[in-house]
C-alpha cells in the first residue's frame, strides 16, 4: 500500500493565498516526516479552490525541501501549456531528484483559463490526445519533431534526457486523470496509469479499473505491464477518535471553501455549469473514504484497494482548513493508520 497526501492548497473563507499555500508547504514537510510515501499537487488558475497555478514550480520546490517522499502532480492542466515546454520541466524535475517526480497530467475543464493562456477551447475539446502523446515521446525519445498542425518543428534532441538519471530510473511516471470511458481508453492504449477523483466511490473506480485492462490488451500490452500499472485513487483523510468528531469537522469546514471556489469558475464560453450542493458533496466524502476513528480509516482504505485493485492513495488531508489541525491529521495517518496497512 502507498499512502500519500493530495494537497490543494485550499483557501478558506477568511484565510489569504499566502496562508493557504503555507499550510500546503507545512502540510508536504510534515508527510515526509510521518513516513507517507508521496505528495501529490493540484494546479487551479484564478480561484480559492486551489491556490496553485503550477504543480511542477510547487513540486521542484517541495523536491527541494525532501529528501525521500515522492511529489507527484494532480495533475498539470495539459490543454494551457505547451506539452515540450512540460516536458522538459518534468524531465529537469526527475533528474534533479534522483527519480523522486511523478508527472499526472489532465485534461482541466472549460475555463477561461484556455482564454488568458491563449490555447482556445479546441485545445480543451479535441487536442488532448495529441498534447498528450507529445509530452511522452518527449520523455522517451532521444529527438522529437512536431509533425501536427498545432505543433509543427523541426526535429530537435531531447535536453535534459530523462534517461540519464543517475538513479536508472529511465524517465518520470506518467498518469493521467480520469473520468470517462473515453479518458480511460486514451490512457490505456498508452499504457499510462490513471488518476480517479475523489468524487467517485470503490464500485466505480473499480469498473474503470477494469475497463483500462480491457482497453490495454486490446491494444497488444503485456499482461505484466496490465497488472503493475499504479494507478492512484483520490480520496480525502479525516482522523479522530471518533469517527462523529472527524465528520464534523470537515462538515464545518469544507462546505464554506467548496462553495467559494467552485462558484469562483468562470467558463470560456459561457455555456451553464451544473453546481454541486457543497454541504451534501461533502456528506458524500465522508461516506466514500477514509473518515474516522484510525482503525476505521486503515479498513476503508484496504477494502477500497481491494475492491479496486487500487495501492496507491492520494488523500486530502486538509479539510479542516487549520495549519494546526492539518498537520495533527498528516501525523495521525503516518502514526495510526499506516501501521495497520504495512
Not at 470511458?181 to 498508452?190: Q, Y
Amino acid at each position: 500500500m502507498h499512502v500519500g497526501s493530495f494537497v490543494l492548497a485550499a483557501q478558506f473563507p477568511g484565510q489569504g493565498q499566502g496562508e493557504a499555500l503555507h499550510r500546503a508547504v507545512r502540510s508536504a514537510e510534515v508527510a515526509e516526516e510521518a513516513g507517507l510515501d508521496a505528495v501529490w499537487l493540484a494546479e487551479h488558475h484564478f480561484v480559492p479552490y486551489g491556490t496553485c497555478p503550477s504543480a511542477v514550480t510547487l513540486a521542484a520546490y517541495l523536491l527541494g525541501r525532501t529528501r525521500r517522499i515522492r511529489v507527484g502532480t494532480a495533475v498539470s492542466v495539459l490543454p494551457t501549456v505547451h506539452p515540450v515546454a512540460l516536458g522538459e520541466q518534468a524531465a529537469l524535475l526527475h533528474l534533479t531528484s534522483g527519480g523522486r517526480f511523478t508527472l499526472g497530467v489532465g485534461r482541466g475543464g472549460p475555463w477561461v483559463d484556455l482564454e488568458v493562456f491563449g490555447t482556445g477551447l479546441r485545445a480543451y475539446e479535441e487536442g488532448f490526445p495529441e498534447s498528450l502523446d507529445l509530452l511522452v515521446r518527449w520523455l522517451r525519445e532521444p529527438s522529437v519533431a512536431g509533425t501536427s498542425e498545432r505543433f509543427a518543428f523541426r526535429e530537435v534532441p531531447v535536453v535534459p534526457r530523462p534517461s540519464e538519471s543517475l538513479s536508472g530510473v529511465p524517465g518520470p511516471d506518467v498518469l493521467v486523470a480520469c473520468t470517462s470511458p473515453a479518458s480511460v481508453r486514451r490512457a490505456a492504449e498508452r499504457g499510462l496509469p490513471m488518476l480517479l477523483g475523489m468524487h467517485v466511490g470503490d464500485e466505480e473506480k473499480a469498473e474503470m479499473v477494469a475497463l483500462w485492462r480491457q482497453f490495454a490488451r486490446s491494444a497488444g500490452l503485456p499482461g505484466d505491464e496490465i497488472s503493475a500499472a499504479a494507478h492512484v485513487s483520490a480520496g480525502v483523510c479525516q482522523i479522530a477518535d471518533r469517527r462523529t468528531d472527524a465528520v464534523e469537522t470537515l462538515v464545518k469546514a469544507m462546505p464554506g471553501w467548496l462553495k467559494q471556489g467552485l462558484d469562483a469558475h468562470v467558463t470560456v464560453d459561457g455555456r451553464a455549469r451544473t453546481m454541486r450542493d457543497p454541504l451534501a458533496y461533502t456528506e458524500l466524502l465522508c461516506g466514500l473514504h477514509p473518515v474516522g476513528t484510525p482503525r476505521l480509516c486503515a479498513d476503508r482504505l484496504a477494502a477500497t484497494s481491494e475492491r479496486t485493485g487500487i495501492s496507491h492513495f492520494a488523500l486530502l488531508v486538509e479539510g479542516s482548513g487549520d495549519l494546526a489541525a492539518t498537520e495533527e491529521n498528516v501525523r495521525r495517518l503516518g502514526a495510526e493508520v499506516l501501521p495497520h496497512l504495512k
